[in-house]
């Protein structure tokens, strides 16, 4: 199937210009143009105050239905907390072979772990998340190779030790489902 | 993932259902869900799946009564049982109902991973183990052991019978019969069919080398033994010990072989443990073990203790009916190992097959065979491929007296009847050789 274009669509307060550096490198991994733009949730209806997180399977079905569109993969990116009801994070989320996931910035910061800040780091983690979502909107599964973007990461640790790219297997079945 | 894995999640909750599924989906797993346990059972009547997920506080039947009832359905089934509210009483009893695991909500991402990872590799590891025991069978499977003669089925029905028992076995018969092949049979078709069956040559070694090979050695018990090594009695840990040749065995080792046999005990040389192992024995001689005994060459004691069951194999001379599927047997084997269509055999080699005696047995009549392969044609076997082709038509047996007899007249005839010369060709003195002649009453040609 073709697809049109990527949609990367902020929720909440993001570094200046944040979306633009990893723009040109989602692009490159699938070969579609990106468009970035802000968008408008009202995230308290997400906020969980016993877990003081915010729903992360509530907010990817909002995003799907309202910024969803056919021939197109939208991801919302977003600066809270996130959790699913079973686990105690999570870093993001997508539908497999669907129009939406998610993925959230906020426990990639180094500062979170008690390191000093580093802008770097951050933007290479955050890239590799939404490429690594954004490929299971592709149809991708979790991947056994150690470089592959699509090797699953529980720990910020794990997105480090990976590449940003995607392995030669992944990329073949990227290219034979659809797609490029 | 190379084994895919299917996962059941069975909760109330929509939501817990939903990001379950999203999550599993994304690692590749085939992931279906069910709201309550009644939905949950009647899916697992229709189709199996590897890991049930299931949640322990759920409207109608709960999470450990749903338990209950899958084991009883599927009692190898990984059942991870979940739960907010965790209580030690409710884990324990989890656990002691069959669950795989116990969880509680909410938990670390990487802790979820592990664990199914972890039931994953047990449900592949379960999968391998079962496939792998099939496939032990069909190696054991006694193929090379034909015959629907009357002797051979009377072999077959007591390798059957004697093979779920425990007792010890004397397997007797000429070389090349194919006693260890009775042994084989005797193990594969035991309880103790997937632990090793040992074999041990008592002819081939010297007591000292047997009694290190039998009980296993320490590092430094002599010269050589520059590490600890195990015998073969512990190596066959519940399993076989086939001791072939037993005849053989020094005095010295009978009573040492009585001593483990009796105890299931034994110290490796230069050791100071006490080692038991649990092992069957099988034993096998091609001598008259009862008039050993008689003779006072084989410790009574010990026969007896081994000879609890005996079963003779026939030598083949003794059922030539058998030949004709042996032969056919032999070609298919060979022909398939040297990667050969499968080619017939002529009547009249086949004629000659039967008519010889056969001293060397069954592993004769199988080298024959290969021996025809390997010479022939490639078409068909013939009887110029066969190593007796060359050889005069013969009665089947020449007593040892009639050779002596034949072989001495023909010395005789080359030396010109020549005694000296005669003996000496003979290694014998004059006496001997006038003694011969006088006894088969030869007389030199006039």
């Known amino acids: ?180 | 993932m190379a084994r895919q894995i299917s996962i059941l999640i069975v909760d109330d909750e929509e939501s817990v259902r939903d990001s379950l599924y999203n999550w599993f989906i994304e690692d590749g797993y085939q992931v279906e869900c069910a709201e309550n346990a009644k939905v949950a059972l009647s899916k697992l009547q229709n189709e199996s799946f590897h890991i049930i997920l299931a949640d322990i506080k759920m409207p109608g039947m709960d999470g450990l009564e749903m338990l209950k009832r899958i084991k009883s359905l599927k009692s190898d089934a990984i059942v991870i049982i979940m739960t907010a509210f965790a209580t030690v009483d409710t884990a324990v009893q989890a656990l002691k109902d069959g669950a795989y695991d116990y969880v509680t909500k909410p938990f670390d991402p990487d802790d979820l991973s592990h664990l199914i990872r972890n039931a994953s590799k047990q449900i592949i590891l379960l999968e391998e183990n079962e496939m792998l025991k099939e496939k032990v069978v069909s190696l054991q499977n006694i193929e090379d052991m034909i015959g629907q003669s009357e002797a051979m089925q009377d072999v077959f029905q007591q390798i059957e019978s004697v093979a779920q028992s425990n007792a010890s076995v004397i397997i007797t018969g000429e070389s090349g019969t194919g006693k260890e092949l009775v042994a084989k049979a005797i193990h594969a078709n035991s309880p103790r069919k997937f632990y090793p069956m040992v074999s041990v040559h008592c002819g081939a070694l010297t007591e000292s080398l047997l009694e290190s090979e039998l009980f296993g050695h320490e590092k430094g018990a002599f010269t050589g033994a520059v590490y600890n090594r195990k015998g073969r009695f512990e190596m066959a840990d519940s399993g076989t010990i086939f001791l072939d040749e037993i005849a053989t065995i020094s005095p010295k080792m009978q009573v040492e072989l009585l001593r483990v046999l009796e105890s299931k005990s034994f110290m490796r040389v230069g050791g100071t443990k006490e080692i038991t192992s649990d092992f069957r024995v099988i034993c096998a001689t091609n001598r008259d073990l009862k008039s050993m005994v008689e003779k006072g060459l084989f410790r009574e004691d010990l026969f007896y203790r081994l000879n609890v069951v005996n079963i003779n194999v026939p030598p083949l001379r003794e059922r030539t009916e058998d030949i004709p599927l042996l032969v056919d047997h032999f070609i298919r084997k060979y022909c398939t190992s040297m990667n050969r269509p499968i080619i017939p055999i002529d009547k009249a080699a086949l004629q000659r097959i039967e008519d010889y005696p056969f001293p060397g047995n069954i592993r004769e009549l199988e080298n024959m065979i290969e021996r025809a392969l390997v010479v022939g044609n490639g078409k068909r076997i013939q009887l110029k491929d066969l190593p007796m082709a060359k050889e005069k038509s013969s009665p089947a047996f020449e007593s040892l007296d009639d050779l002596g007899k034949k072989h001495i007249l023909s010395i005789l005839n080359k030396y010109n009847w020549n005694i000296s010369a005669s003996a000496k060709a003979l290694k014998v003195d004059r006496v001997t050789l006038y003694n011969k002649i006088k006894k088969y009453d030869l007389k030199q040609p006039r």
């Open chain 1, 1 to 180: 199937m073709k697809f049109e274009k990527i949609n990367l669509i902020s929720f909440g307060f993001f570094e200046k210009s944040l979306l633009e550096k990893i723009s040109a490198d989602v692009e490159r991994a699938f070969e579609l143009p990106i468009w970035t733009r802000e968008g408008h949730l009202d995230l308290s209806h997400y906020y969980d105050p016993n877990r003081r997180q915010y729903d992360g399977y509530a907010l990817l079905k909002k995003v799907d239905a309202d910024f969803g569109q056919a021939g197109e993969k939208t991801l919302g990116i977003f600066n809270v907390d996130l959790f699913i009801p079973i686990l105690t994070f999570i870093f993001g989320q997508a539908y497999l072979n669907g129009r939406a996931g998610i993925a959230s910035i906020y426990r990639l910061r180094n500062e979170k772990y008690g390191i000093f800040k580093d802008e770097n780091i951050l933007i290479q983690r955050f890239k590799k998340e939404v490429i690594h979502e954004l490929g299971h909107t592709f149809g991708l599964i979790h991947c056994i190779d150690p470089e592959c973007v699509m090797r699953s990461s529980t720990y910020v640790e794990d997105i480090d030790q990976k590449s940003q790219h995607l392995c030669k297997k992944c990329r073949e079945k990227l290219e034979s489902d659809r797609m490029l």
